[in-house]
Nanobody, 124 residues
Framework: QVQLAESGGGLVQAGGSLRLSCAAS??????YSWFRQAPGKEREFVAG????????KYADSVKGRFTISKENAKNTVNLQMNSLKPEDTAVYYC???????????????????WGQGTQVTVSS
């Protein structure tokens, strides 16, 4: 059974850090990404990384603060979030592409597997 399981969300004060993990089971994927959705807003791309872990992309809003990495032996993708801001508050979703989609990595339609989401809350 193919599954993406997120962990690591929680409540943190502004300026603090959190580390999210996404454990993929059942198969490997060509690309893994994190998206987030804040209340009343569209789901947006946060960061993504290719299967080998050698290529990463970031949304402008998180560049320099968030780092995505991949542990190939564990088929796990991590998102280290530093200098968190209240506007980072959202449900964070792990997504994975098993089809080598030609769509932009920023497009959620490029991904065919999704985790259940984990809440990140940043207090001011």
């Amino acid at each position: 059974q193919v599954q993406l399981a997120e962990s690591g969300g929680g409540l943190v004060q502004a300026g603090g850090s959190l580390r999210l993990s996404c454990a993929a089971s059942g198969r490997t994927f060509s690309w893994y990404s994190w998206f987030r959705q804040a209340p009343g807003k569209e789901r947006e791309f946060v960061a993504g990384i290719n299967w080998a872990g050698g290529l990463a992309k970031y949304a402008d809003s998180v560049k320099g603060r968030f780092t995505i990495s991949k542990e190939n032996a564990k088929n796990t993708v991590n998102l280290q979030m530093n200098s968190l801001k209240p506007e980072d508050t959202a449900v964070y979703y792990c997504a994975a592409d098993s089809t080598f989609s030609s769509r932009s990595r920023f497009d959620q339609e490029a991904y065919d597997y999704w985790g259940q989401g984990t809440q990140v809350t940043v207090s001011s």
